[in-house]
């Protein structure tokens, strides 16, 4: 039985039905017997799923809902809103998980009946593992549809599976509710913490960095939020992901530690950042200040010694913080207690894009409760700012990870490591303890010494020299004007519809080469990632070509033998053509012509959006295609061409700036 309670807006029905937002608009205008709404607001309303659903089959524009979306779309607009129906879901998805058999039995009935057997069975499984509470069967009742559904999607994808999928998709409708921890900083925060049987996080927000941590025997995870639907969602995500006891509780663990008495082997933390109500009246006397009274500023110094005092003598935390943490005045006494009694070992400054706010660079900090009074002489510091993933696709993190672990690594093993130029070294913690106490990692870092001498220098000089010299016998030749450019034209959209190309979007994942907007618009390999939405990713083929349909520019991209294989990232369009009908060359070239652009361009908004279908191009017999095509790809040979002789040219710039100034190279 459907839920008639479960509501859907237009931009859902346009998903169900694999149209855009004004198709929906058109059916509202054109047939009276759509679905009237049922709520929302005048400008943006919302229907009954079900009554959606019944007309959409009617008008054969609907052979069957995809479940994946059936189960999206009555979790969003489940009447207690999504979060309540996430913690429906995720209570039934447990029992699947845990005990099939149970579940079975108690789904074979009616709803009510689903209702009031389901509180006794999760009192069994998930109370003594989580401490979640059940909830109710009146509460239960309006999501029993959900729940079957939920259950459904179980088989096909496993109940994890299912979970992390309407998780990562209620978090991707909205972004700006949640801080977020993507996938592989966390995972590189677990690495630097180490192997660990009890771990917390005072601020597990979604639960992603205590998801991070590595399996072990009789394991223990606690988790804290000062929202308490957060703590219940992670209580629920990691209870489907691992076999390890979890703990969470709602509250500020500033405020009210859940976990006073606790002594873990790890503290793994992002803690929100520049908080000003954090506590700073009520605990001036609180025990956990045992390097100094945080100022008010310093909220981040004040999570670092909370996540101290529940280590156990030895135990490690890392803290994801803030790079002004590590130079305020404000902080500079605490910091230096820190580094005089060893419990700071390491700051290490991430490129920017590792995590939001994206336009900073952000620091971890590695910590040990000191185990004896042994004061550590030195503390490491490491940079990856330098290795950003060439265009704006974020960072690196292959070599993050490699970098930062193998410095961490040395240093825990041997309480030095030797300098790395530009990007690590331990420092001697009698060289910070000045006035300022700034450990920004970059102020204590020996330069690199690549691309100042003047041997290398002259290699880039001859790379330039060569890759300019290509530039000229690429530059296309005078244009022939007999052309007239008089020809019937089509469009993309009708080129799909009648199967010439196949049109798809990205932004699908997880995967491990996920091509951006950005890269498409750089001319640069794959470089970014997508977070686990339990649906599959959209995979480029040669001969492909990807349009980006925001920020106005006319860029289109065929997809060449070395890019294949990546997965297609948000913002972007494939088109697929038949190469027994349209020649990808040919399609690129006329999609990236500017007055094209601009007629299918939207400019009601500050950011411009591409209608791809209304792009036109065309309709020429597939010979002349090809010769066009052949003169477009010549010229897409010579932008990069361009490309790599610009940055050369700043390589050989810079180089010898540095080079000037720091003495490697004569003025003569």
């Not at 803290?319 to 009694?341: F, K, Q, T, V």
């Not at 020996?446 to 330039?464: D, N, S």
């Not at 010549?634 to 490309?643: G, Y």
Request: hydrophobic share 45%; net charge neutral; glycine share 8%.
């Amino acid at each position: 039985m459907q839920d008639n309670g479960t509501e859907v807006t237009a931009a859902g029905i346009a998903r169900l039905a694999g149209v855009g937002r004004a198709a929906v608009s058109n059916w509202r205008r054109r047939h009276t017997d759509f679905p009237k709404p049922i709520g929302g607001t005048e400008t943006s309303p919302s229907f009954a799923l079900a009554d959606i659903e019944e007309w959409l089959r009617r008008q054969g524009k609907l052979a069957e809902v995809p479940l994946r979306e059936r189960v999206w779309q009555q979790t969003a607009g489940h009447p207690e809103g999504p979060v309540t129906a996430l913690v429906h879901a995720g209570c039934a998805l447990v029992l699947v998980h845990d005990r099939p058999t149970v579940w079975k039995e108690a789904s074979a009935g009616s709803d009510a009946r689903l209702a009031e057997l389901l509180p006794t069975a999760l009192e069994q499984v998930l109370t003594p593992r989580t401490g979640v509470p059940v909830p109710t069967p009146a509460e239960l009742l309006p999501s029993a549809p959900l729940l079957r559904a939920a259950a459904q999607l179980a088989a096909e994808l496993s109940a994890p599976g299912a979970y992390e999928f309407l998780l990562g998709r209620h978090l991707d409708a909205n972004p700006r509710q949640y801080t977020l921890t993507p996938g592989d900083l966390a995972a590189l925060m677990a690495d630097l913490a180490g192997p660990a049987r009890t771990v917390l996080d005072p601020a597990c927000g979604t639960g992603a960095l205590l998801r991070a941590v590595a399996p072990a025997p009789a394991q223990e995870l606690h988790g804290q939020d000062s929202d308490q639907h957060l703590a219940a969602l992670s209580a629920l995500r990691l209870t489907l992901h691992t076999k390890a006891a979890v703990r969470t509780a709602a509250g500020d663990s500033l405020r009210a530690d859940a976990f006073d008495t606790l002594r873990a082997d790890a503290v793994l933390c992002h803690p929100p950042f520049n908080e000003r109500n954090w506590g700073h009246d009520e605990l001036a006397y609180d025990p956990r200040w045992e390097y100094g009274f945080p100022a008010r500023m310093e909220s981040e110094l004040a999570w670092v010694q909370h996540a101290l005092a529940r280590l156990k003598d030895g135990g490690t935390a890392v803290l994801l913080m803030p790079p002004a943490a590590a130079s305020r005045r404000s902080g500079r006494r605490i910091r230096a207690d820190l580094l005089r009694r060893g419990a700071l070992r390491a700051v290490l400054a991430l490129p920017a894009g590792a995590a939001p706010p994206h336009n900073i660079p952000l620091h971890l900090w590695v910590l040990r409760r000191p185990a004896s009074a042994a004061v550590q002489p030195e503390l490491l510091v490491a940079d990856a700012g330098a290795l950003t993933a060439e265009g704006r696709g974020g960072p690196d993190w292959q070599a993050v990870r490699s970098m930062m672990l193998d410095a961490w690594r040395r240093f825990a093993r041997n309480g030095s490591a030797p300098s790395v130029p530009g990007l690590s070294r331990s420092v001697p913690v009698i060289e910070l303890l000045d006035d300022d106490v700034d450990l920004a990692p970059a102020r204590h870092l020996p330069p690199a010494a690549a691309g100042g001498g003047a041997e290398e220098l002259g290699v880039l000089r001859a790379r330039l020299d060569e890759t300019l010299r290509l530039t000229a016998d690429l530059a296309p030749p005078a244009a022939d004007t007999t052309e007239q450019g008089r020809w019937p034209i089509t469009t993309v959209g009708e080129l799909a519809r009648a199967g010439a190309l196949v049109m798809r979007t990205g932004g699908h994942g997880p995967h491990a080469r996920v091509l951006t907007d950005h890269d498409v618009v750089a001319g640069v390999a794959p470089s970014g990632t997508l977070p686990d939405s339990g649906e599959d990713p959209v995979l480029v083929e040669e001969g492909d070509v990807v349009v980006p349909v925001l920020g106005g520019g006319a860029v289109a991209r065929v997809i060449d033998e070395a890019t294949a294989g990546a997965a297609l990232g948000r913002n972007l369009t494939l088109l697929r053509p038949d190469p027994a009908a349209v020649d990808p060359w040919f399609l690129a070239g006329f999609l990236r012509g500017t007055a094209n652009n601009r007629q299918a361009s939207s400019y009601a908004s500050t950011a411009t959006r591409l209608d791809v279908r209304r792009l036109q191009l065309p309709r020429l017999p597939l010979d002349k295609q090809r010769r066009y095509g052949a003169r477009f790809r010549a010229l897409a040979a010579f932008e990069d061409t361009l490309r790599l002789a610009g940055r050369l040219g700043d390589q050989l710039v810079r180089g010898l700036y540095d080079g000037l100034t720091d003495g490697r190279v004569a003025p003569d």
